[in-house]
Structures are given as structure tokens and as C-alpha cells.
Nanobody
Framework: QLQASGGGLVQAGDSLRLSCAASGRSLSSYTTAWFRQTPGKERAFVAAIRRTPSTTHYADSVKGRFTISRDNAENSVYLQMNSLKPEDTAVYYC???????????????????WGQGTLVTVSA
């Protein structure tokens, strides 16, 4: 089970840190990712951290502003979001899947486990 938290209402330029805590499975055994979704649109890839090698990958729209990290001791994955923009407003979901190849990490259907989502609202 994945539990996402940390969303909220912030102003443009602010920062937020999202957390995804896992129970019942070790996130270090999975590729873990963050996706986001706005009304009427499909879930869009934001960032991922692979199991092996432990590399990180980002959507172009967040590269340089967001950082994904994993704490194996806490069995959690985080998404540090800086310089937030109104277009970052969305429900953010964490997901875990098998050790995906690079070409699959941005595909939502390749992930087996999903958190419940946390809402991030960025005002102009």
C-alpha cells in the first residue's frame, strides 16, 4: 500500500515536498514514480527513480525544478518541488512497479501499485 501526502495550496515560486510511504513492500525493490493528473486529462509522468541502477528521470516540464529521492530506511519516496508554477496544479500520485526499462518508466500502465493522490494547487 502506498500513502501519498504533502500536497497543499501554495503561491507561484514556492516549494512543496511530497511524500510517499509504503507498507507491505520495500520500495527499494521497485521503480517508483510520481505522476500527476488534472481534470479531463490522463495521468502524466513527472519523475521516477529506478531500482537498478538507481537513476532518476524527469519530465521535461519539471526538469531542474523537481527532485525525486528515496529513503530506504524510511521506505519512502519524496518529490521536492521548487519554483512551482500554476501549471503544476494537479493531483499527484505515487506509483511503484517492477524494475522498468528506461523506455517504459513514463508509462502509467506499467506500474502495479498506486497511492491515493495528493492535491497540489499553485496560485498565480
Amino acid at each position: 500500500q502506498l500513502q501519498a501526502s504533502g500536497g497543499g495550496l501554495v503561491q507561484a515560486g514556492d516549494s512543496l515536498r511530497l511524500s510517499c510511504a509504503a507498507s507491505g513492500r520495500s520500495l527499494s525493490s521497485y521503480t517508483t514514480a510520481w505522476f500527476r493528473q488534472t481534470p479531463g486529462k490522463e495521468r502524466a509522468f513527472v519523475a521516477a527513480i529506478r531500482r537498478t541502477p538507481s537513476t532518476t528521470h524527469y519530465a521535461d516540464s519539471v526538469k531542474g525544478r523537481f527532485t525525486i529521492s528515496r529513503d530506504n530506511a524510511e521506505n519512502s519516496v519524496y518529490l521536492q518541488m521548487n519554483s512551482l508554477k500554476p501549471e503544476d496544479t494537479a493531483v499527484y500520485y505515487c506509483a511503484a512497479g517492477p524494475n522498468l526499462i528506461l523506455s517504459s518508466i513514463s508509462t502509467a500502465s506499467r506500474y502495479n501499485y498506486w497511492g491515493q493522490g495528493t492535491l497540489v494547487t499553485v496560485s498565480a
